[in-house]
């Protein structure tokens, strides 16, 4: 099946659907799930689940519009001076975070300490009027906008005991082990005004399935339940790559694991409807400057140190019994004795984001959408985000640097490939593929935005469903 990347700059999907869409409910959006997370935070944005619910829920401070430039929604007045010392930030109208809860200027004054805090500036803030901020620097900071448009989940302030509230469209109404509810702020009359996040999983389940609207982030068995001359599809080269992190301590039996896990067994076993991979070699996808396609070239051998067993961790699913004859005999060809726990959806998500999960062998799945990359590096370096407890020397000046030159809009390829081969060196992620997939959406609605930063969720916002 040949693959294209989807780049059209904003297409609207308008098209009639047949037969049976008057019994849909027109004002709600019905996503199926693998599960549902334990938390909503930008914290576990890695989670493709959190990070669709979080792009309903979150908007940053500015936005960058290809034609205007960067925008606010949330400020009703900014300015700066011509040379990017002296900014003022105004709020009027304080914008709704959550029923009863809102973001006024004194909210924003907190926001921009942490925010600048994070990102280790000390900018003079003070209280211009009783609706505006003054900002000094004291050196030019052309960057600004850029930095607080790249934290797309921020701000964010507690919400209910699972979840925090931001400046989207939508707030969480509840979350359960079956449902996520989000609900749309302030009177509308038309568009969408409630999203339903369904457990595949669960009881609820078969009560929404004629009327699931996005099963994308669904198992893929999944698919053949639909009816799928309701819905466009597209195939999509995402930059996104499916990979292995070794959170071994043993650095000789991390390089075993390295170089002896079979990647197109494992890969085939986990995705057995897929008919092509994207091999790539590199710890970031085509796209990406410095992406490479190929396999990493890798010897296998057998080992006789001693060594305590492994724990590998997936999630439930069809594939089980695949997964437990591949790790067998990948224990058998390298000596190593290797344990598989299969997990729920939402455990294996709450614990792939803590350094201190107790597995050895993980999956993740790390996408950017701004073709930046520090996202591929972060988990691994950065001393706020790791998903490992495996130091590597020597790395995060380095990485300080790459930093500096994105938020600068520099080049920062060089340094990007001496982070991998640290990384590639201490074995400690093995890239399986870059993802592609074929994604789903109803016939029957518009304003579904598919542009340069499409990944696998829409802006439900934008969307009106049609009974034509």
């Known amino acids: 099946m040949a693959l294209f990347k989807v780049v059209i700059k904003a297409l609207i999907l308008s098209v009639s659907v047949g037969c049976g869409a008057k019994n849909r409910p027109l004002q709600e959006w019905n996503v199926l799930t693998p599960g549902v997370p334990t938390r909503v935070s930008p914290d576990f944005k890695h989670s493709l689940l959190t990070s669709y619910i979080l792009k309903q829920t979150h908007k940053p401070i500015f936005e960058y519009n290809s034609e205007k430039g960067y925008e606010s929604q949330i400020l009703?007045?900014?300015?700066?001076?011509?040379?990017?010392?002296?900014?003022?930030?105004c709020i009027y109208e304080p914008k709704t975070l959550a029923e009863d809860s809102y973001f006024d200027v004194n909210k924003l004054e907190l926001f921009l300490n942490h925010f600048f805090k994070m990102e280790h500036l000390k900018p003079f803030i003070?209280?211009?009027?009783?609706?505006?901020?003054?900002?000094?620097?004291?050196?030019?900071?052309?960057?600004?906008?850029?930095?607080?448009?790249?934290?797309?989940?921020?701000?964010?302030?507690?919400?209910?005991?699972?979840?925090?509230?931001?400046?989207?469209?939508?707030?969480?109404?509840?979350?359960?082990?079956?449902?996520?509810?989000?609900?749309k702020k302030g009177p509308t009359s038309s568009g969408i005004k409630r999203i339903n996040f369904v457990n595949s999983n669960s009881r609820t389940v078969d009560s929404f399935i004629d009327r699931?609207?996005?099963?994308?982030?669904?198992?893929?068995g999944w698919v053949k339940r639909f009816d799928l001359s309701r819905f466009n599809r597209f195939n999509t080269q995402q930059l996104k790559i499916s990979a292995i992190v070794l959170n071994i301590d043993d650095k000789e039996a991390r390089r075993i694991i390295f170089d002896c896990f079979p990647i197109e067994e494992f890969r085939n076993a986990m995705n057995p409807e897929t008919k092509a991979f994207v091999n790539i070699k590199s710890i970031f996808p085509l796209g990406i400057p410095g992406a490479q396609l190929g396999l990493i070239a890798r010897k296998c051998s057998k080992t006789k140190i001693k060594q305590k067993p492994l724990r590998f961790v997936l999630w439930h699913g069809d594939h089980e019994s695949r997964i437990v004859s591949i790790v067998k005999h990948l224990s058998e060809k390298t000596g190593i004795r290797i344990e598989v726990d299969f997990l729920p959806f939402n455990k294996l998500n709450e614990l792939i984001y803590q350094n201190q999960s107790g597995y050895d062998l993980i999956p993740i799945k790390i996408d950017t959408k701004r073709k930046l990359h520090s996202p591929f590096f972060e988990a691994f370096i950065d001393?706020?985000?790791?998903?490992?407890?495996?130091?590597?020397?020597?790395?995060?000046?380095?990485y300080e640097k790459l930093l500096a030159l994105e938020r600068s809009g520099q080049s920062s390829t060089s340094l990007a490939k001496i982070l991998e081969h640290k990384l590639l060196d201490e074995?400690?992620?093995?890239?399986?593929?870059?993802?592609?997939k074929e994604i789903f959406y109803p016939k029957n609605i518009t304003g579904l935005m598919i542009g340069d930063d499409f990944l696998d969720f829409p802006e439900i916002s934008r969307i009106e469903k049609t009974n034509d």
């Open 383 to 398: 001393p706020r985000k790791l998903i490992t407890n495996q130091k590597v020397p020597g790395v995060l000046s380095t």
């Open 212 to 220: 699931i609207d996005d099963f994308n982030l669904a198992p893929s």
């Open 76 to 89: 009703d007045k900014w300015s700066r001076d011509l040379n990017y010392k002296h900014f003022q930030f």
């Open 427 to 436: 074995s400690l992620i093995l890239p399986l593929y870059q993802v592609t």
């Open 126 to 183: 003070e209280r211009n009027n009783k609706n505006c901020l003054k900002l000094t620097f004291s050196h030019s900071m052309r960057n600004i906008f850029t930095l607080l448009s790249q934290r797309e989940h921020m701000p964010s302030f507690p919400g209910g005991q699972n979840w925090e509230n931001g400046l989207g469209p939508f707030t969480i109404q509840s979350m359960t082990d079956e449902i996520v509810v989000l609900t």
